[in-house]
């Protein structure tokens, strides 16, 4: 099946938002505008902006939020769009500030806890990333 976007499409980040509440960790999920399925928020790598920054802004339109993003990657995973394989860098953003009203708030976004969150992604690649969470939080002193 030939692809159907420039390569650069093919090349995608997204943050994983979190907030701590007491000692629990809480991740914000919004749903997808076809199928309403709970994702985060991800988006193509713009050619201004490094893959963080670029997660940065989708989390931005997509959700609503502001927050401090970690420079280092929890990982990646891919998926099939367009014809192609997309692969997703994936941060994790400390949420500081929700907005009431955003580019795409026709989007539904919600806190959950994080095992709540793993049971309700259906992308696998993005489920195994949400189940490391804790250890990579604890490995980079956050």
Known sequence: M???KPDYFYK????????R???DL????????????WIVPKG???KKYTPADSA?????????????TISHPIGKYRYKKWGGVCTVEVFVMFVERELDRWLESQRERRWFGLGRAV???????????LERLEGFLSKHHV
């Open 119 to 129: 049971k309700l992604v259906e992308e696998s690649g993005l489920r195994k990333l």
């Open 26 to 37: 809480e991740v914000l999920l919004i749903t997808s505008r076809k199928k309403k399925r």
């Open 21 to 23: 509440k007491g000692g």
């Open 44 to 46: 193509i790598v713009e």
């Open 2 to 4: 030939a692809r159907d």
């Open 56 to 68: 940065a802004k989708e989390a931005l339109e997509e959700a609503g939020i502001l927050g401090k």
């Open 12 to 19: 995608q980040s997204a943050v994983i938002p979190v907030v």
